[in-house]
């Protein structure tokens, strides 16, 4: 009897490999607004984020203050894209985001039935998640979705708030993360660091609109023109700048094509920075006065990535639309980085993204 029994565990085993097999490569996809699923989508469409036969399952907190019915009902009248949502419902409140929670045994289901996970922009980051006061200028608009995100983070990383913690990460060092402007303070917030409240005032000492718009460009971090009174046009809030490669923190090689001699633009828009970085980031490029850090890589986990700018944008890669500085003036982001260098660097970006959740 033996023999059949072993050709029917072989053969269970070999079903259960190419079931296994047959089911899609998940990213995770933190705040899923239909308009992140509509940029995530148009990379895909593009092939400009190659993830091909990937499913991106969207995480949110039923307390955050977007309504995610937009998201469902967008998904509903597009069902050939791979995306999913997951409700999470369990209180987390501000003082458990870095430490053993009611999200706990979600996040290391989250965790280990993803291949990566990314973390969009947004508002201001609460100012008491890292021990800080509430700068005059800062904005926190919601709460919710930053203790979702900050505590996942935290799980799968660790941070110097709580030595105790053992980063799940440790058990898959290959898995991705990657951060886009809020996405990448947040990394940085959730492993312990802290941020700068207001580049501007902190960092510049400027006090008023007419101080950064006499500054230089590559001190700028955001469009500052006043808001446009006329009702026919939408101010575009994003700024164009440099930004310096650092030997510190490797992001792109020779292998990519991308040497750190090169200076490429980046489209940014974000008010805050990093102050003092969290446990185990490094500076992979900074502004090209060296005071912001526009990107940073993880020293023991190497597929952790966090850029400031905003290289997802649909506009930088689409030709077809102009938008207005103020109300003189327009900008074309694709023509922009075309006619600066800087188109190849956001193509290689994605390509070293795609590369790292795929590893």
């Known amino acids: 009897m033996r023999k059949p029994v072993l050709l029917f565990l072989l053969l269970f085993v070999s079903i259960s490999v190419r079931s296994q097999k047959a089911l899609p490569d998940t990213i995770l996809l933190f705040n899923p607004t239909a308009g992140n699923i509509k940029t995530i989508s148009y990379l895909l469409e593009q092939d400009i984020l190659h993830l091909e036969n990937y499913h991106f399952r969207g995480v949110y907190h039923i307390d955050s203050r977007y309504d995610f019915s937009e998201s469902k009902d967008y998904l509903a009248e597009n069902t050939h894209l791979p995306f ?69 983070l935290f799980h799968i990383l ?86 310096n490669f650092s030997s510190e923190g490797t992001l792109f090689t020779e292998e990519n094509h991308f040497m750190n001699k090169e200076y490429p633009y980046v489209l940014s828009s974000h008010h805050q920075s990093i102050e003092i970085p969290g446990k185990g980031l490094k500076i992979a490029a900074s502004s090209m006065d060296g005071k912001i850090w526009e990107a940073i890589v993880h020293e023991e986990f190497k597929n952790v990535i966090g850029v400031q700018f905003h290289p997802e944008k649909a506009g930088l890669f689409n030709s077809e639309e102009d938008f207005h500085i103020n109300q003189d003036s327009t900008i074309n982001f694709n023509k922009f980085i075309l006619d600066n260098n800087s188109y190849d660097f956001h193509l290689v970006f994605w390509r070293v993204i795609s590369d790292i959740f795929q590893h």
């Open 84 to 152: 999913s949502l997951t409700r999470i419902s369990e209180d987390l409140p501000g003082d458990m985001i870095f430490k053993e929670n009611s999200c706990s045994a979600t996040f290391k289901k989250l965790f280990s039935t993803s291949d990566g996970a990314i973390f969009m922009g947004g508002p201001d980051i609460s100012p008491h998640t890292y021990n800080e006061s509430l700068h005059l200028l800062t904005r926190v608009t919601d709460p919710a979705r930053h203790y979702l995100e900050l505590s996942y």
């Open 158 to 243: 660790g941070g110097n708030q709580n030595s105790r913690h053992i980063a799940l990460m440790k058990n898959n060092p290959r898995y991705g993360v990657l951060g886009i402007c809020l996405g990448m303070q947040s990394i940085n917030v959730a492993t312990g660091g802290t941020m700068i409240q207001d580049i501007p005032q902190e960092i510049y000492g400027f006090t008023f609109v007419d101080e950064i718009l006499e500054s230089k460009s590559d001190m700028v971090h955001r469009n500052y023109y006043p808001d446009d009174v006329r009702d026919d046009i939408q101010q575009t809030g994003y700024h164009f700048h440099r930004i």
